[in-house]
Nanobody, 124 residues
């Protein structure tokens, strides 16, 4: 059974960079579109980025476009989220998940097999 584990979250200062990893166990990730989401306290979970199963297509929320980059390494069963020029508003728990429905990529209802999340805190 496919399981996802996020890692790489920590406390950083504004302007710093961070790379999150989403690693699969139990199955390959090669067949699946993967999305990254985040949730700040008191706010709804929001889509951050998405990558197609073959890695040829990606999408980003307007708030992170130009600062975040999603990529995947099928051999390592891992999807990465490179986050540069981090801002305090990027703070939250970051989750990855498998896209299973034909809804807009940023809609969390189209995903399952969520990981447990990794905390990113951007603060001076």
């Amino acid at each position: 059974q496919l399981q996802l584990v996020e890692s790489g979250g920590t406390l950083v200062q504004p302007g710093d960079s961070l790379r999150l990893s989403c690693t699969a166990s139990g199955s390959t990730l090669s067949f699946y579109d993967i999305g990254w989401f985040r949730q700040a306290p008191g706010r709804e979970r929001e889509g951050v980025s998405w990558i197609s199963s073959n890695g040829h297509s990606t999408a980003y929320a307007d708030s992170v476009k130009g600062r975040f980059t999603i990529s995947r390494d099928s051999a390592k069963r891992t999807v990465y989220l490179q986050m540069d020029s981090l801002k305090p508003e990027d703070t939250g728990v970051y989750y990855c998940a498998v896209r299973v429905a034909s809804v807009p990529w940023h809609n969390p209802n189209g995903y399952n097999t969520w990981g447990q999340g990794t905390q990113v805190t951007v603060s001076s």
